[in-house]
């Protein structure tokens, strides 16, 4: 049985281009993500919340809506070791401003999102709560949350970071 040259030249022409061809595919693209980052508390894995994500420790500042006086000046220390010092005072008006009064003690970050902080023990009812974006935080309702009437005047900016 003889083979026709021609035949054998396609043939093994068709089989080199096929193995170049293969040869040519780009490899399968891989995923670039970053390993996740670890709580050296060894809690676990870190998400991408706020708490890891956000500058958040520093002071944050602004005149709070009032019934009744011109406003109540707030200023929000939130430090890195968790803590928090509030202090807020009613401002004057016809009658003269009260005193400042403090809350100092723990906050926390709220699962499952983090982006809300609550201060006070755990067991008790929050002394404050906020949601926390960078460079301001927002004065919510402390029992539910919730963005409390004119979201924008319970606003207060980040005025210095955290000492």
Not at 8 to 19: E, H, Y
Not at 81 to 93: I, K, M, S
Not at 100 to 109: E, L, M, S
Not at 137 to 162: M, N
Request: proline share 12%.
């Amino acid at each position: 049985m003889t083979h026709h040259p021609t035949a054998r030249r396609a043939l093994l022409l068709s089989l080199a281009t096929a193995a170049l061809l293969a040869g040519c595919q780009s490899p399968p693209p891989t995923e670039n993500v970053p390993p996740p980052r670890i709580d050296l508390l060894g809690r676990g894995p870190l998400g991408d919340v706020p708490q890891t994500m956000l500058d958040w420790a520093g002071t944050y500042q602004a005149i709070l809506p009032c019934n009744g006086c011109p406003g109540i000046a707030m200023s929000v220390q939130l430090r890195a070791d968790q803590t928090a010092v509030v202090r807020e005072r009613r401002l004057g008006g016809d009658a003269e401003p009260t005193p400042a009064q403090t809350y100092q003690g723990p906050f926390r970050f709220d699962p499952p999102a983090g982006s809300m902080v609550t201060l006070g023990q755990e067991a008790e009812p929050p002394a404050y709560r906020f949601f926390v974006a960078e460079g301001w935080i927002e004065l919510r309702d402390r029992h539910t949350g919730a963005a409390l009437t004119s979201t924008p005047a319970y606003r207060l900016r980040k005025t210095s970071l955290a000492p």
